[in-house]
T-cell receptor
Framework: AQTVTQSQPEMSVQEAETVTLSCTYDTSESDYYLFWYKQPPSRQMILVIRQEAYKQQNATENRFSVNFQKAAKSFSLKISDSQLGDAAMYFCAYRNAYSGAGSYQLTFGKGTKLSVIP | AAGVIQSPRHLIKEKRETATLKCYPIPRHDTVYWYQQGPGQDPQFLISFYEKMQSDKGSIPDRFSAQQFSDYHSELNMSSLELGDSALYFC????????????FGPGTRLTVT
């Protein structure tokens, strides 16, 4: 079974600064997908960014980028120019690429609560 | 763009009662997933359906059952409710043939008293 670990329960960042959230995972599969989801106080789950394991290039979405280290099974999220609206719980998630390897279900980490200081 | 719709948004039930949660996926999405998120917890996978057939099962109690209908909407039926069933229940949908992304609905907050 796959596991996802987020070792930082809480983090804080000054507005306009940069912060990096850590995530490690464990899998025996060679092909899979990784995601970062944002859950603001409204509790809505919002997809922030995704990474295909077969792609060496790190994904980027505006102020959000990832550092994907496949050999180290590490998938960190960098938020640049942090804004007050970035304050939320952030979940790292894993999904198999092929259903024959188990399931398409998402396996989540425990989350990191990000606070943004004005 | 249309999103995943869940109803009701809030539900209060007493112990041993029954609850039914509904999920309407994004149009043309053929796969539905159900997740349970307890207070301060990460979402846990319950069950999924692809083309109206159960495709996978996670940590879903035997008291719970679900199905996907011909119009692709899904219902999660929960019987003999327990206090520990109080949680946020998410439905997510995806299009198996196009995208691996799961789009989440706003969730149904179930409170069991």
């Amino acid at each position: 079974a796959q596991t996802v670990t987020q070792s930082q329960p809480e983090m804080s960042v000054q507005e306009a600064e940069t912060v990096t959230l850590s995530c490690t995972y464990d899998t025996s599969e060679s092909d899979y997908y990784l995601f970062w989801y944002k859950q603001p106080p409204s509790r809505q789950m919002i997809l922030v960014i995704r990474q295909e394991a077969y792609k060496q290039q790190n994904a980027t979405e505006n102020r959000f980028s990832v550092n994907f280290q496949k050999a180290a099974k590490s998938f960190s999220l960098k938020i640049s120019d942090s804004q007050l609206g970035d304050a939320a719980m952030y979940f790292c998630a894993y999904r198999n690429a092929y259903s024959g390897a188990g399931s398409y279900q998402l396996t989540f980490g425990k989350g990191t609560k990000l606070s943004v200081i004005p | 763009a249309a999103g995943v719709i869940q109803s009701p948004r809030h539900l209060i039930k007493e112990k041993r009662e029954t609850a039914t949660l509904k999920c309407y996926p994004i149009p043309r999405h053929d796969t539905v997933y159900w997740y349970q998120q307890g207070p301060g917890q990460d979402p846990q996978f319950l069950i999924s359906f692809y083309e109206k057939m159960q495709s996978d099962k996670g940590s879903i109690p035997d008291r719970f059952s679900a199905q996907q209908f011909s119009d692709y909407h899904s219902e999660l039926n929960m019987s003999s409710l327990e206090l520990g069933d109080s949680a946020l229940y998410f439905c997510a949908s995806s299009s198996a043939g196009v995208s691996y992304e799961q789009y989440f609905g706003p969730g149904t907050r179930l409170t069991v008293t």
